[in-house]
């Protein structure tokens, strides 16, 4: 429920800014591709000014998001590591149990030999 709510309060405004920003930009606009001739239309795209904003919101998103798991690398390392640490001792500590168990069945401790 929590969640929800703060996804509430951060997307909303988000989404509100986004829809007036692309209300008020639907003005066509030409981005030239080729650097060197402006007026070269085959390097042009022409789109309104809205669908710039938002490929650029989205290039943000996506890089932000790449670049954050990149640096989150070494932390998935050692997780992954220490995940297959505790499978070993998981399964050690098993096996002890198990063996422990068959020594107790195997000859109980009124049953063996005094001196």
Known sequence: MMSKLV???ILL?????LVL???????SVTMA????????????VSAPFFVYIFIAFILGI??????????????RKTAKSSKREAALWRAEADKQKARSTEVSSARPLDQLPSS
């Open 7 to 9: 996804n509430l309060i």
């Open 13 to 17: 405004p988000i989404g509100v800014v």
């Open 21 to 27: 920003l692309s209300v008020a930009n639907r003005q």
């Open 33 to 44: 591709l080729n650097p060197f001739n402006a007026s070269d239309n085959v390097l042009a």
């Open 62 to 75: 996506l890089l932000g998001a790449l670049f954050t798991w990149i640096s989150q690398r070494k932390h």
